[in-house]
C-alpha cells in the first residue's frame, strides 16, 4: 500500500554510464516532482509534470531527462554520469499544482557514482 | 541566494523540554509555509503548514509561530519524545503557477530520554 514508490532504493555507479530511476504513485495525485539531496541534506526541485506535461525545468542539466508515460509514473534517466550526481533523489506527488497542496515523497533513491 | 534561512543546524534537546526551530525568508511573495520531517532513510513528510493571515497555529504538541513584519516563522515542539528525534525542514512557496517548494537547510533534532 505503499504511496510513492521509487526503485532502485540504491543506485551505484561509474562515471559515463547511463541511469533511470522509476517513480510511481497509487495517490490518483496529478503532480508528481523530482527532488535532490545532496550531502548537506539540502533539498531542491529538480523538474515538476502535471497530467504527463512538464510544468517546471529548475535549471538541470540536460543530461537529465524526466519522462511520464502517465500520471501515476514519473521517471528520471540520467547521462553520462558525473562524481557531483552524487545524491539522494527524491520523488513526490500532490493533489494538485496548487502551492498548498501537500508533497508525499517516496523514500528516495540514493546514487552514488564513483 | 538563500531565500529560506533556517537555524539551528543542529540541536539536542532533553525529553520533555521544548524544541524551537526558526526560519527566515526574503521574498514577500511567499504566502504560505510548510514544515517537513524527515526520518533517517525516508521521504520528508509534511507536519503542519501556515498562511500568513494567522499568527499561530497549533496542532497537538506542533505549533508553528509567524511575524508576517519580521519575515520569520518558527516551529516550537512541546513535551519534546525521543520520537521526535529526525530532520526538519521548513519551506515556502509562492501562491500561483506551479507549486515550488524553497527548502531551508535543515534541523537535526536529537530528544535526549
Known amino acids: 500500500d505503499t504511496a510513492v514508490s521509487q526503485t532502485p532504493k540504491y543506485l551505484v555507479t561509474q562515471m559515463g554510464n547511463d541511469k533511470s530511476i522509476k517513480c510511481e504513485q497509487n495517490?490518483?495525485?496529478?503532480?508528481m516532482y523530482w527532488y535532490k539531496q545532496d550531502s548537506k541534506k539540502f533539498l531542491k526541485i529538480m523538474f515538476s509534470y502535471n497530467n504527463k506535461e512538464l510544468i517546471i525545468n529548475e535549471t538541470v542539466p540536460n543530461r537529465f531527462s524526466p519522462k511520464s508515460p502517465d500520471k501515476a509514473h514519473l521517471n528520471l534517466h540520467i547521462n553520462s554520469l558525473e562524481l557531483g550526481d552524487s545524491a539522494v533523489y527524491f520523488c513526490a506527488s500532490s493533489q494538485d499544482m496548487g502551492n498548498d497542496s501537500p508533497l508525499h515523497f517516496g523514500n528516495g533513491t540514493r546514487l552514488t557514482v564513483t | 541566494q538563500q531565500q529560506v534561512k533556517q537555524s539551528p543546524q543542529s540541536l539536542i534537546v532533553q525529553k520533555g523540554g521544548i524544541s524551537i526551530i526558526n526560519c527566515a525568508y526574503e521574498n514577500t511573495a511567499f504566502d504560505y509555509f510548510p514544515w517537513y520531517q524527515q526520518f533517517p532513510g525516508k521521504g520528508p513528510a509534511l507536519l503542519i503548514a501556515?498562511?500568513?493571515?494567522?499568527s499561530e497555529k497549533k496542532e497537538g504538541r506542533f505549533t508553528i509561530s509567524f511575524n508576517k513584519s519580521a519575515k520569520q516563522f518558527s516551529l516550537h515542539i512541546m513535551d519534546s519524545q525521543p520520537g521526535d528525534s529526525a530532520t526538519y525542514f521548513c519551506a515556502a512557496s509562492k501562491l500561483g503557477g506551479a507549486q515550488k517548494l524553497v527548502f531551508g537547510q535543515g534541523t537535526r533534532l536529537t530528544i535526549n530520554p
Open positions: 495517490l490518483g495525485h496529478d503532480t
Open positions: 501556515i498562511r500568513p493571515d494567522v
